[in-house]
């Protein structure tokens, strides 16, 4: 095993070409592999892009925008944000519609739970003076009922 944990890289030592390297694996064994390297693309502008023509741009002064896009490409790029934004602020008047329909829906519901609760009240309140007077009519006639038994067993001290 190596120092390193039996992790070994990719190293470059003398390889027969320069696109080449050894690849060392832990149990012995070696290969050769062709390593890629990215260049990083340099874009030259095009002349006709930097020349101040007699036409109107839709992008304005070409030393603002980026190297290598033409006029065409511009007015692209340009319509597509235009676009973006548009439709940018419709979604975001779509949400607050729906937010705002949400928002009446819970008021509507809210309010038809204040109401049926309010009536539920209202019929229990309905139902305990109903239940008072019946009670207070029950005692008023066994009173009548007492005293008539009374005067029926003679006893006329009652009055």
Known sequence: ????????????RGGSRPG???????HGRTKNVVVETKRKRVVV????????GSGATPSGDASRRPAGISDAEMARRLKALQAAKAREVEEAA????????????????RAEQEAKEREQREAEERRMVEKRNNDSTQAAILRLMNELQDIADGDLTKQ
């Open 1 to 12: 095993m190596s120092d390193s944990d039996g992790k070994k890289t990719l190293g470059l």
């Open 20 to 26: 080449n390297v050894k690849q060392s694996f832990s």
């Open 45 to 52: 502008p095009k002349p006709t892009a930097a020349k101040g």
């Open 94 to 109: 779509q949400r607050e519609a729906e937010e705002k329909a949400r928002a009446e829906e819970r008021e509507r519901r």
